[in-house]
C-alpha cells in the first residue's frame, strides 16, 4: 500500500522558515518522480515543486515560489523534503507530498500539513 504521511507545517510569521517532510511507503520511493502541491481554501491543488527520480535529481519550482523554496529527497531514507524560506501571507495553504504518474499528474498523495504564514 502507497503511503504518504507529510509532517513539518504549523504557523510562523512572514520572512520565517519551514521545513516540509514526506515520509514515503509502500513503493520503490528512489524509482519515482515526486512533487510538492498546494492548496489554498477553495481553490484546486497546484504544484510548487517537482524534483525527478535517478541520476542528478532535476528539479523544478514554480515561478511563485522559485528562490525560496527548495525540494530535496533522500533515497536512503525514503523522504521527500521543502524547504520553505522567507514565507509569505500568500503561502498559507496545505501542503501535500505527491507521487508523479507523468511529469504532469499525480497518483496518489498525502493527506497534507497545514502551514499558516501570519504575523
Known amino acids: 500500500e502507497v503511503q504518504l504521511v507529510e509532517s513539518g507545517g504549523g504557523l510562523v510569521q512572514p520572512g520565517g522558515s519551514l521545513r516540509l517532510s514526506c515520509a514515503a511507503s509502500?513503493?520503490?520511493?528512489?524509482?519515482?518522480?515526486m512533487s510538492w502541491l498546494f492548496q489554498r481554501p477553495g481553490k484546486g491543488p497546484e504544484r510548487v515543486a517537482m524534483?525527478?527520480?535517478?541520476?542528478?535529481?532535476?528539479?523544478t519550482t514554480a515561478d511563485s515560489v522559485k528562490g525560496r523554496f527548495t525540494i530535496s529527497r533522500d533515497d536512503a531514507q525514503n523522504t521527500l523534503y521543502l524547504q520553505m524560506n522567507n514565507l509569505k501571507p500568500e503561502d498559507t495553504g496545505v501542503y501535500y507530498c505527491?507521487?508523479?504518474?507523468?511529469?504532469?499528474?499525480?497518483?496518489?498523495w498525502g493527506q497534507g500539513t497545514q502551514v499558516t504564514v501570519s504575523s
Open positions: 524534483i525527478h527520480s535517478g541520476w542528478g535529481h532535476g528539479t
Open positions: 509502500g513503493f520503490p520511493f528512489s524509482h519515482y518522480g
Open positions: 505527491a507521487r508523479n504518474r507523468d511529469p504532469d499528474t499525480w497518483d496518489y
